[in-house]
C-alpha cells in the first residue's frame, strides 16, 4: 500500500476536543510502560521534550511516573495546545510541565540538551520525516535516551480495514476518519529505518510494537 499523507496539523476545536476526551489511558499508558521496558536506564533527573505532545495526556503520564522529570511539551496545533494546558492545570503539573506553540521546523524549540526525547503519533503527520529526525539531533544531548513512536502502514486495504474495524469501531466518527487517515499516512518499519539510515541515527533500534505500532528507541552516540 501506498503512503497517502494527511493535513500536518490537527488543528480544528472539535477534532482537538474529541481527542481530549476520548479514553486513550490504555494505550497511552502502554508507551510510559514500554518507554520504562525498552530503555531501563532513564536518569531519576532529567530535563525532557515531547514532540508533538498533542492534548499532554502523555505528557502527564510521563511526569507521574517520572517525578524528577522537567518536561517541555511541544505541538503546532493551538486547539490541541489549549486541551493539553487544561490537563496539565488539573493534574497539579504546571510547575513541572511547560506546552509551546511550536511547528516544526520553522519555529525554535524552548531549548536544546535534553536527557530525553520523546515523540508519540508525529512522525506520520509529517510531509517530510527527516524533520521530526533532524529535530531530535538538535534537541537531544549527547547519549540522550530516544523515544518515537508512531503507527505503522499495513500492507494492503484489507488488513487496514480489519485495523480500523478492531480498533476504532465504537469511536466517534472523527476519531474513526482520523485513524484511517493515520494508518494510511503512516511509515513501514523498513521506510523508518531508511530514515534512520539517511539521519545518521541508525544506532536506534527499530521495532514492532502492536499491530499497528512501531517504535524507534535507544540513546544518541
Known sequence: MRRQPEAELMDDAEQAAAYAQA??????QFIV????????GLPTFARVLD?????ADVTVRLAVA???????GVDGAPAMLGQGQERVIEAGLAARIRLYLTRLPGDRLPGRGYDVVVSNSLLHHLHEPHVLWRTVRVAAAAGAAVYVTDLRRPRDEASLQRLV?????????????????????????????????????????????????????????
Open 51 to 55: 514532540l508533538g505532545c498533542g492534548p
Open 33 to 40: 510502560d514500554q518507554i520504562s521496558r525498552l530503555l531501563p
Open 165 to 221: 474495524e478492531a480498533h476504532s469501531s465504537p469511536s466517534p466518527v472523527v476519531l474513526r476518519r482520523d485513524f484511517e487517515a493515520s494508518l494510511r499516512a503512516a511509515f513501514t518499519v523498513g521506510e523508518v529505518r531508511s530514515q534512520l539510515s539517511v539521519a545518521g541515527l541508525s544506532g536506534l533500534a527499530v521495532a514492532e510494537l502492536t499491530d499497528r505500532h512501531l517504535a524507534v528507541f535507544g540513546c544518541l552516540a
Open 66 to 72: 517520572y517525578p524528577g522529570w522537567q518536561i517541555d
Open 23 to 28: 479514553d486513550f489511558s490504555a494505550p497511552h
